[in-house]
């Protein structure tokens, strides 16, 4: 999606943090947003004809002037959001029909759901008898694992409530456990399967929370009540004439279907509505993409690039930062960035990282680079 808006002339900004949509004469004229690793930077004001949220709709009303700001407060308010997901990722050493697994999606039912008022009650109750899901993602060829292993997950309906107010500490303790109580459930499932994993991890309505902004890790929008369900749902283009919503909050309603359709009416909207001005053809240039300037084979297990400097890189003591390659020659099962420490210091004027050559795409990527390529640096981080 990234290689296609760049493609077609746009520019993609990651780390960045919106703080203000601007408007002025009914009209939505820019987005401010500040970076999130180099706090320290003054904020950036982008002027446009039009601006999508497709935010949380909760906290769009912080973002917008009044009287945008309670109008839409005082629409949306009223409505609850969504539930929550605890989700396990895991990762099987061989495929795992061989332990019983035939279907894409398969439902493992808590023993104290009898009758559909029992469902609520369930999903806040004891782990070693709430309902969840296992999906084989093998089943549909994701691509998501090598050809002789698998990748599946277990997600169950969870709320943000049951993980606040604990320590670090007992956090990742409450995690490990749910984890294995998870495991031994679909090893009594599927028997046999809990020793053909070989990685595991658990994101929270917590994780969820922290890094999409759904107020309560809400991962399908305002709840589908009465009152807000299908044709109820707020449209994409309801508040100002050029703000557009897509997301979940928005029509038709969560899942990644929903979402994915609410974006796609949202353009179709854009495109009707035509409020456009002449473009200049002017691209944001992102101080934080910048060139090689250097590379050097250190022994067989370590490659050094170099790098023109960001502006205004704040170099510390000790300090990673993460290192994406705008466009890596090898992609599979593996991202194109790494947190990395810098092997140069701040009186240099670029950036070292040393790359170890352990066979990943990432590293392959990095052997395959030139002088001039280009990647993005994220700092500081230290």
């Not at 060829?141 to 993980?163: E, H, N, R, S």
């Not at 679909?186 to 994780?207: A, Q, R």
Request: negative net charge; proline residues 5%; contains cysteine.
């Amino acid at each position: 999606m990234a290689a296609y808006i760049e493609k077609h002339g746009g520019t993609v900004l990651l780390g960045k943090k919106v703080q203000k949509i601007v408007t002025n004469n009914g009209q939505a004229t820019g987005v401010t947003f500040r970076d999130t690793f180099r706090k320290e930077d003054p904020p950036v004001t982008v002027n446009c004809d039009n601006v999508i949220a497709n935010c949380a709709m909760p906290i769009v009303p912080s973002l917008l002037d009044e009287p945008y700001a309670s109008a839409l407060g005082k629409k949306i308010d009223a409505h609850p959001n969504s539930t929550s997901l605890l989700c396990m990722y895991l990762g099987f050493k061989q495929k795992v029909d061989q332990f019983g697994v035939k279907y894409y999606s398969n439902f493992i039912q808590g023993d104290d759901v009898k009758r559909l008022k029992d469902v609520h009650p369930n999903q806040l109750g004891d782990w070693a008898k709430r309902s969840f899901i296992f999906v084989d993602y093998e089943k549909v060829d994701a691509g998501l694992a090598p050809p002789d292993k698998a990748a599946g997950v277990i997600c169950a309906v969870d709320y943000l409530k049951q993980w606040e107010g604990l320590s670090d500490e007992d956090y990742k303790a409450k995690k490990e456990e749910v984890a294995q109580i998870l495991l031994q459930r679909l090893d009594e499932k599927f028997p046999g399967i809990k020793e053909s994993v070989e990685y595991y991890e658990v994101s929270t309505p917590k994780t969820i929370k922290r890094y999409t902004s759904n107020p309560g890790g809400a991962v399908y929008g305002f709840a589908q009540t009465l009152d807000l369900t299908a044709s109820k749902r707020f449209r994409n283009n309801f508040l100002i004439p050029n703000l557009y919503f897509a997301s979940a909050w928005a029509f038709p309603g969560g899942g990644f279907e929903g979402s994915i359709m609410a974006g796609f009416l949202a353009a179709l909207q854009m495109n009707k509505d035509k409020i456009w001005t002449p473009c200049d053809d002017a691209k944001f240039s992102d101080s934080r993409i910048v060139a090689v300037t250097g590379l050097e084979t250190l022994d067989d297990e370590t490659l050094e690039l170099r790098f023109e400097k960001p502006d205004a890189f704040d170099h510390q003591e000790g300090q990673y930062a993460i290192l994406n390659l705008k466009d890596p020659q090898v992609t599979a099962l593996d991202v194109p960035y790494r947190w990395l420490p810098l092997a140069s210091n701040g009186e240099e004027d670029q950036l070292k990282f040393k790359i170890q050559l352990d066979g990943s795409s990432f590293s392959k990527s990095c052997e395959r680079i030139d002088i001039g390529d280009e990647a993005m640096v994220f700092g500081p981080m230290g």
